[in-house]
């Protein structure tokens, strides 16, 4: 698969979830017509859509049909969507600007903020139960349980909360890993792992297999993430490299360095090439988005 044909197929797979997103999302028409505007806010016109594209490539790696994919990429996307507003929030990271426009709680306002995470949020799941997402009504109960745990206290938001407890605190390298491997993680690998139970259920070899890619580059994400912001702060004065410098967490590059945390990239994603192997060319595009991930926009 040449570089232009990967460019073409993600651009094509953006745009379907720009559409199947506006097309779940609630008419801003309707009442309350304040709450569904900042949700469309908070989920349309912005976000590079790196989970439905995992979704959609190890969906298609399992032959499922693209409008199961539309809606599990959607359903993941407005999670990843809900946590970024909750994110931002005062009570947690205190962000003004999200995806080049004023946070959903700047925009609006702090209430409206909470409730758009919240809804979007239950939207996630009442779209996985709605719509065809697999072959089986217990694949589909399989997916939901997936998202829930990945999102969960076991998952995204207990990773959420350790990140939390975190600051100002020196972490050791495990208790970093264990962080992300729940915070920003859990999601992805949930991403690869819906997508491969929305066709023909993989063997175990190749569900392991996708597996362990997911995990490497759900934690690789977040290693590239602390490099990006390092360098992002050392472009700007007053900064310390490898802090976070809005609230002193502890990262990759404040831990290990960052000519460290660069090698490790470079070795994570060799490894996540090296789990895709033996699926040959059908994990092209899987292996194409670990490449996106290490040199992905900021
Ligand atoms: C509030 C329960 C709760 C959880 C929040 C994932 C998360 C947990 C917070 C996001 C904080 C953050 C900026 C983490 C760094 C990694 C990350 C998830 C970056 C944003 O994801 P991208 O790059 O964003 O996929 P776009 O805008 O492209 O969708």
Redesign the pocket.
């Known amino acids: 698969m040449s570089q232009n044909d990967f460019a073409d197929w993600m651009r094509q797979v953006q745009a379907r979830t720009e559409t199947a997103l506006a097309d779940v999302l609630p008419d801003p028409n309707l009442a309350p017509a304040r709450l569904h505007e900042a949700m469309r806010y908070a989920v349309l016109g912005?976000?590079?859509?790196?989970?439905p594209l995992l979704v959609h490539a190890a969906g298609q790696l399992v032959g499922a049909p693209s409008a199961h994919l539309d809606h599990a990429a959607c359903a993941v996307e407005l999670i990843?969507a809900y946590?970024?507003v909750?994110?931002d929030m005062p009570c947690?990271?205190d962000d003004i600007l999200r995806?080049g426009k004023p946070t959903v709680h700047v925009e609006y306002d702090e209430a409206t903020a909470l409730l758009v995470g919240d809804a979007l949020q239950t939207l996630a799941f009442q779209v996985l139960a709605d719509n065809p997402v697999s072959a089986t009504p217990a694949g589909q109960i399989a997916m939901i349980r997936q998202l829930a745990t990945a999102s969960g206290s076991r998952g995204?938001?207990g990773?959420?909360a350790i990140d939390l407890a975190a600051v100002g605190k020196q972490l050791s390298r495990e208790e970093l890993e264990f962080m992300h491997v729940h915070?920003?993680g859990a999601?992805i690998r949930a991403s690869v792992l819906l997508g491969a139970q929305a066709g023909t259920p993989p063997d175990e070899a190749d569900l392991q297999r996708l597996d362990r890619y997911a995990k490497l580059i759900g934690l690789l994400?977040?290693v590239v993430?602390d490099i990006l912001d390092a360098e992002a702060d050392t472009a700007t004065l007053g900064k310390t490299a490898g802090k976070d410098a809005d609230n002193d967490k502890p990262t990759y590059v404040s831990l290990i360095g960052l000519d460290e945390a660069k090698r490790l990239s470079r070795e994570m994603l060799a490894e996540a090439h090296e789990a895709l192997a033996p699926l040959g060319e059908r994990a092209a595009r899987l292996r194409a988005l670990a490449d996106y991930i290490v040199h992905?926009p900021f």
Not at 46 to 51: A, M
């Open positions: 912005g976000g590079k859509r790196v989970r990843h946590s970024l909750h994110d947690m990271d995806r995204m938001a990773g959420q915070k920003t999601l994400f977040q993430d992905r």
